[in-house]
């Protein structure tokens, strides 16, 4: 944690008028540190931010992932002209004094600026099937008025980011390291993910065309209205770039159809409810329907069912490595985690056939 005086310093390398009033922790995101920061003007109220400090251990060319979100919020903000809402609706980035969209601190740490989101807020897990659905439909919007993007195809944030085949990969590397000396206490959540191999092979070989894709489409990344509930910001763009319609399709999915805690120890709370499920579904094809191939909707529940299972044995190969990569609070997080991710899996394997059916019946 950084001193709110180391903070406050790197705030006003903002271009931010007033006076530094106070820096605060902020949301529950795995992979920066966030916080709420406040300035004050006299009498004229002030300035309210989200300050991040970016992870470059996982985003190791944060100079070309705030180049991508540049380029994303200028696009939108520009389709959601003459709309009175407008600046609510799309993450708006702060340039620093110097007319850059990051700051580099003294002791070179990357730092990024938005505008606080007032009215409007996240969740952890989803309560309602309201919420599953304003929340899917922001993410199809948000896809959709990415599909004109001009100009060069986006970076790769973090390249090979759901190629699910190299995941496993990876996971059976990391069982093989066993580099925390964990490995004999998952031998049952390793079994799991060993007989379930195939599964990561699903999208990547089916030749589907490839998008500009969100990426990391859970729902504590879409900012829902307090009053109307509609899911009016898609937030947390380090990972937009090059995707599958699926990918950002099964990231929500595995997380606004289940309302338990994606570290939730209780199992039996955790499953796929198909009204949730429903909600995702029509949520989605609302903000998505008119550009998706049928072979992009075909492949939808395959999404689901990758990404969930690729979440699962991230987790998994993360506890086996001494949690190196997500933040952890308490030691056996990332296993839970994992866990969650695995009974989620049985969950929708078991009503497959029913999730295909729903979809076909509302025109694929
Ligand atoms: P991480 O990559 O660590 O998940 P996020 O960009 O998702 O970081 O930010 C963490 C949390 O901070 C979000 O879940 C959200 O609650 C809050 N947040 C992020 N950006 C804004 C914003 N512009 N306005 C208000 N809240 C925000
Ligand atoms: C991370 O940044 P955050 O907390 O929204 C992770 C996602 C995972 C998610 C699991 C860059 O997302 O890929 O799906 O945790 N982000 C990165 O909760 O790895
Ligand atoms: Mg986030």
């Known amino acids: 944690m950084i001193e709110e005086h180391a903070v406050a310093a790197v705030a006003r390398a903002f271009q931010i008028d007033g006076e530094f009033e106070s820096a605060a922790r902020y949301g529950s995101g795995h992979i920066h540190d966030t916080y709420s920061v406040r300035f004050h003007e006299g009498g004229r109220g002030g300035a309210h931010l989200i300050l991040q400090h970016i992870n470059t251990k996982i985003f190791k060319n944060p100079v070309a992932v705030m180049e991508n979100i540049r380029r994303v919020t200028t696009h939108v903000r520009a389709k959601l002209d003459g709309l009175p809402d407008a600046d ?118 089916a030749g589907l065309p490839e998008r500009v894709t969100h990426n990391d489409t859970k729902l504590n990344n879409v900012m829902l209205d307090e009053q109307t509930g509609e899911g009016i910001c898609v937030i947390d763009l380090d990972t937009v770039m090059p995707g599958l319609a699926g990918y950002d399709f099964g990231d929500m999915v595995r997380t606004m159809t289940c309302p338990a805690a994606e570290d939730e120890q209780d199992l039996s709370q955790v499953e796929m409810r198909f009204s949730f499920f429903e909600a995702v579904l029509r949520g989605y094809l609302t903000g998505a329907a008119d550009f998706l191939t049928a ?70």
């Open 88 to 205: 609510q609706r799309v993450l708006q980035l702060v340039p620093t004094r110097e007319g850059r969209v990051w700051h580099v601190d003294q002791e070179g740490q990357y730092w990024r600026a938005y505008r606080f989101i007032e009215s409007a807020r996240t969740f952890d897990e989803v309560r309602t099937e309201r919420q599953a659905f304003e929340a899917a439909k922001a993410f199809g919007q948000f896809q959709r008025m990415l599909a004109d993007l001009p100009g060069e195809r986006l970076s790769e944030s973090i390249p090979h980011f759901h190629d699910t085949p190299r995941r496993f990969a990876d996971f059976e590397s990391a069982v093989n390291a066993d580099a925390a000396g964990r490995a004999k206490h998952v031998q049952e959540e390793i079994a799991f993910a060993m007989k379930r191999r195939s599964v990561a092979g699903a999208l990547v070989e």
């Open 295 to 364: 072979a992009e909707r075909e492949s939808l529940i395959s999404g689901a069912k990758v990404i969930v299972f690729e979440q699962g044995i991230r987790f998994l190969s993360d506890h086996l490595a001494g949690d190196t990569y997500y933040k952890v609070s308490r030691s056996g997080q990332n296993l839970d985690r994992c866990r969650t991710q695995f009974k989620l899996l049985e969950s929708i394997e078991r009503q497959e056939l029913e999730m295909i059916k729903l979809l076909r019946s509302i025109g694929c």
